[in-house]
DNA sequence: GAAGAGTACGAAAACGATTTCGTAATTAAA
DNA sequence: TTTAATTACGAAATCGTTTTCGTACTCTTC
């Protein structure tokens, strides 16, 4: 009795093995007495059917998978919150990938999830805007996929991102008014789509408040923990006249809080700083911060939404429908650190 | 072309599928010469093999679930980054399942994965001691699992967890030196392995130092974010005099401050307290939080080392050795929030 | 009562890889 | 030279489902 199968209900029941399958899934061919006893049976020998054996089968595995560049991090979980929210609720199973933000390991998942293993995939690129090859590989594959985040913009898929230039204006224009002289953006790297609408945000409010190139500073950071550390104590020694920064990243802040507290750098009297950021603790921070906060929840549904509609799809006849981008609206939230 | 096969390599090398697939898997039966042309035909035509295929006829997933009350939570994405360093490493696939801390949800998780989906399963309990059944269901199917953080000691199978004794005694002692009177433990439910033992340890230190009953507060706040706000709202007023609070987790402690911003309690004037936390803004909050800090992402690794090699063993003779139960330390970070 | 429609099932062919068991051909040993 | 061993491959069964075709049988309908 080690493991139930269809074949072993059939002969118990004395009944053919493709009555039997049919049965469980409540075909009109088979007639309610017969499908009462083997449903019964099943639930009675603790029948499980063999998701590979159906996979291979059908073709597909009722499985999608996530791929972000990092897990530990408050709104990568938050969005995948919001993901698992809706594949629980259509039986769906998730798997995650993490990059770790290195695009040579995100293509190579990418490239090894081309075999079918999964219904779709709902990325949030780690790739430089120049290589997409294995996206286009998707594509050609037929494998639906939908960019949240980080788009890439070159590839034609599904995106959910949100009002990034905007809300990069937005907190740039209370920066300045809050009388800052110079301006500082904190990036990761000038190839993720988000990081660089923010940063055309930022741009703009300070090209229309006539701020002068001297006082505009850009400062990229990377990826890497311990050299971003340096890269922002760096800038911040000295400590450009009454300082303004603008973190693209919640992560950047955080170190920017660090920096500040070990040299001494009063916030917001000597600096003011604001970060888009999903931290719970923003408002206990000491002084608190002011965040820009994304609807990460949101953004998991609308993408995983937009995928399985997509799965559901697949096979269709594409009309000529426009491609599905769902912008979402962050919110600004002004709290001590930026205070005057 | 649409998807690549054995059968196409085959007709197209004018070799039998059983010779592409030995030829794939480098069987000394075939020899180097046919080898070559065939990895490199396959490589050619962007051979994958199908997943379903293989673990059906092999009976093997290469790929194991975690199984976690909440995702957004410092703590456990954190252990799920340590999973993912060694799952990524043994080439196998991490599926995510979020109970919600509903042992329900819980049960019906494990019932599904009983179908053999994954080759083994990694799991932060949320259910309560009594009810586990469906843990020697895994047992009996022979499905290894690993326990993590919170286990049930009920069940015989491997757990990685930490000294939630030794630490619950320790940050206990550290309130008592900071001359409180009265002492608080806040948890989350009185079913939790890792709490209770927590717990355990907050009282045989109060015990210790023999502060009276009437002076200790067991405060059961519960999984429910509104209730277990208003359950400590309550219970901070009327404020008892020179209070000591060890939270049992981070979430209850970050609560506890938005509390007390709210109704002007001081920390650590009026109100002391230390938290378990893995928040990587601890030290940034006002006031900085005292915490005891798990090492989470060994806990992450260590746990998928024990589960993968649960899985290697699977079939061999259980020798009597002894269940493995690792225990790792958790380190105390005295901060501002219980200075005297 | 003959033709057609509908009902309820079974046989067998997939899905794509793995694996067991043969077996020709070559080489080595006696 | 004969026998045994080794090498290099192929045929076919198998994993557990799903699905396509049949096909008996019953029930209408004129």
Same mark, same amino acid.
């Given at each position: 009795m080690e493991n139930m199968n269809i074949k072993k209900l059939a002969k118990e029941l004395n009944l053919s093995v493709s009555t039997i399958s049919k049965a469980l899934h409540d075909s009109y061919e088979i007639k309610a007495e017969t499908k009462e006893k083997v449903l019964a049976l099943a639930k009675q020998l603790n029948y499980q059917p063999n998701p590979f054996a159906s996979s291979l089968r059908r073709n597909s595995s009722k499985t999608i998978a996530v791929v972000i560049?990092?897990?530990?991090?408050? +709104? +990568? @979980? $938050?969005?995948?919150?919001? =993901?698992e929210s809706i594949a629980e609720e259509l039986k769906y199973h998730v798997l995650i990938y993490i990059t770790h933000e290195i695009p040579e390991k995100e293509e190579q998942i990418i490239q /090894? $999830? $081309?075999? !079918?293993?999964?219904? !779709?995939? $709902? =990325? @949030? @690129?780690?790739?430089t805007t120049n290589n997409n090859a294995h996206y286009h590989e998707l594509v050609q594959k037929g494998i639906p996929f939908v960019f949240f985040d980080r788009a890439n913009f070159d590839v034609d898929a599904p995106r959910v991102t949100t009002d990034d230039y905007q809300a990069g204006f937005q907190a740039t224009e209370h920066l300045i008014k809050s009388h800052c002289k110079h301006y500082a953006f904190l990036s990761l790297s000038n190839q993720m789509s988000a990081i660089n609408h923010r940063k055309d945000g930022f741009l703009a409010a300070l090209k229309q408040y006539q701020i002068e190139p001297d006082y505009i500073h850009i400062i990229e950071a990377g990826t890497d923990e311990t050299l971003s550390f340096q890269i922002i104590r760096d800038f911040l020694q000295p400590l450009p006249e009454s300082l303004g920064i603008f973190s693209s990243v919640e992560k950047l802040a955080i170190q920017?809080? /660090? =920096?500040? &507290?070990?040299?001494?750098?009063? =916030?917001? &009297?000597?600096l003011k700083i604001i970060s888009f950021s999903n931290l719970p603790t923003a408002a206990l921070l000491n002084p608190a911060l002011s965040t820009l906060t994304q609807p990460a929840f949101s953004i998991g549904k609308e993408a995983a939404l937009l995928l399985f509609q997509s799965i559901k799809n697949k096979g269709k006849i594409q009309h000529i429908t426009s491609l599905p981008n769902i912008i979402l609206k962050s919110t600004l939230f002004i709290r001590e650190s930026t205070k005057m």
């Open positions: 560049p990092e897990i530990a991090h408050n +709104f +990568f @979980s $938050l969005v995948i919150n919001g =993901i /090894h $999830l $081309l075999n !079918g293993r999964v219904d !779709g995939i $709902l =990325i @949030s @690129s780690s790739g920017t809080y /660090h =920096i500040c &507290k070990e040299i001494n750098i009063r =916030i917001p &009297k000597q």
